[in-house]
T-cell receptor, first 116, second 114 residues
Framework: DGGITQSPKYLFRKEGQNVTLSCEQNLNHDAMYWYRQDPGQGLRLIYYSQIVNDFQKGDIAEGYSVSREKKESFPLTVTSAQKNPTAFYLC???????????????FGEGSRLTVL | AQKVTQAQTEISVVEKEDVTLDCVYETRDTTYYLFWYKQPPSGELVFLIRRNSFDEQNEISGRYSWNFQKSTSSFNFTITASQVVDSAVYFCALSEGSGSRLTFGEGTQLTVNP
């Protein structure tokens, strides 16, 4: 079945450690996104990529890094510079990020990161 | 800057009641798109509807209906005869122009009790 796979589903990290969240899609979508969800704050955009080897900062990019070496993969690294990393992270994709896009995002099931 | 406000943080209803989820948006663009997504307990968001700014026609899909009013910058979502399976967090979202970079509201937690 086509879709978006995020792993791991749950992750615990000690302060000062970097951690990488995986996001893979087999929908042949050009655009991919990372959102952070906190209680009462909805979803906030961290990074997005409209094409391979290119990505842009979203609204809360500080303390995060991404790469887009393959169309189907868009991993997110939460670095030690992120002051409050405990959150639920959602990866999404869309057909493309331009005028042809319907705006419909397809989401993974999320990764819950807890910093101990 | 664009903004989406969902003033209702939590709503609790009894099965078969109708319920309306409010969404108010702000944008300076004349071309924009509005969305509703559902987030069940499993976590992934599910697309429900997309509306462009030039189409104010209300839409009905089964028990779901949407009321778009540009005059009040609102895009409200009504569930008729609610069911327990409707329990979820519902997000309203906005994108400006032609891109798919969405701004989400804070979400409304809907609980439908049997």
């Amino acid at each position: 079945d086509g879709g978006i796979t995020q792993s791991p589903k749950y992750l615990f990290r000690k302060e000062g450690q970097n951690v990488t969240l995986s996001c893979e899609q087999n929908l042949n979508h050009d655009a991919m996104y990372w959102y952070r969800q906190d209680p009462g704050q909805g979803l906030r955009l961290i990074y997005y990529s409209q094409i391979v080897n290119d990505f842009q900062k979203g609204d809360i990019a500080e303390g995060y890094s991404v790469s887009r070496e393959k169309k189907e993969s868009f991993p997110l690294t939460v670095t030690s510079a992120q002051k409050n990393p405990t959150a639920f992270y959602l990866c999404a994709s869309s057909m493309d990020g331009g005028t042809a896009n319907t705006g419909e995002l397809f989401f993974g099931e999320g990764s819950r990161l807890t910093v101990l | 800057a664009q903004k989406v406000t969902q003033a209702q943080t939590e709503i609790s209803v009894v099965e078969k009641e109708d319920v309306t989820l409010d969404c108010v948006y702000e944008t300076r663009d004349t071309t924009y798109y509005l969305f509703w997504y559902k987030q069940p307990p499993s976590g992934e968001l599910v697309f429900l509807i997309r509306r462009n700014s030039f189409d104010e026609q209300n839409e009905i899909s089964g028990r779901y209906s949407w009321n778009f009013q540009k005059s009040t910058s609102s895009f409200n979502f009504t569930i008729t005869a609610s069911q327990v399976v409707d329990s979820a967090v519902y997000f309203c979202a906005l994108s400006e122009g032609s891109g798919s970079r969405l701004t989400f509201g804070e979400g409304t937690q809907l609980t439908v009790n049997p």
